[in-house]
């Protein structure tokens, strides 16, 4: 690493906390609808149902609140275009470490998806909802946790 590059990773680190100690109050518009969803070890989505408003913008922030490291224990949020078939979708991606479990051959049919977190960390995304009512699927493709049970529900209506 050079030193200038070594300069700005410690400004970014000194900095990075103050942005996002900031932005849900500077960068936030009013009409994005904030869910939190938390995630650990018992590999669920707490909540696991969720809702928004036909072509509504959301803002979903993955919460990890376990203790089993990322490499080990990791999750993801990846939502679901209706019509796809969620296990058929995660039996493809959990192979994919590299791409954070999700295969670009299968981008296609996925709404939002998040990189993966581990404990005490947070990521979210920011997406509009589908404009069409109804249940669209969200899953965890880290390896075994979907057929563990580690999927949700976002309705729109
Ligand atoms: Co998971």
Request: net charge positive; hydrophobic share 45%.
């Amino acid at each position: 690493m050079t030193r200038t590059a070594q300069s700005v990773r410690q400004i970014l680190v000194v900095v990075a906390p103050l942005l996002s100690a900031v932005a849900p109050v500077a960068g936030q518009p009013p009409d994005v609808s904030l869910i939190e969803i938390q995630v650990g070890d018992n590999m669920r989505f707490t909540p696991s149902v969720i809702n928004a408003s036909p072509g509504g913008q959301v803002r979903v922030v993955l919460k990890g609140v376990g203790k089993i490291p990322k490499t080990a224990m990791g999750h993801n949020f990846v939502l679901l275009k209706t019509g796809s078939d969620p296990k058929a979708f995660v039996d493809k991606s959990s192979p994919a470490r590299e791409t954070d479990f999700v295969v670009p051959a299968m981008k296609d049919q996925v709404i939002a998806a998040t990189p993966l977190v581990g404990p005490d960390e947070t990521i979210d995304v920011t997406f509009a909802a589908p404009k069409k009512a109804g249940e669209y699927a969200f899953v965890c493709t880290f390896p075994g946790h979907f057929k563990l049970g580690m999927k949700g529900q976002l309705i729109v209506k």
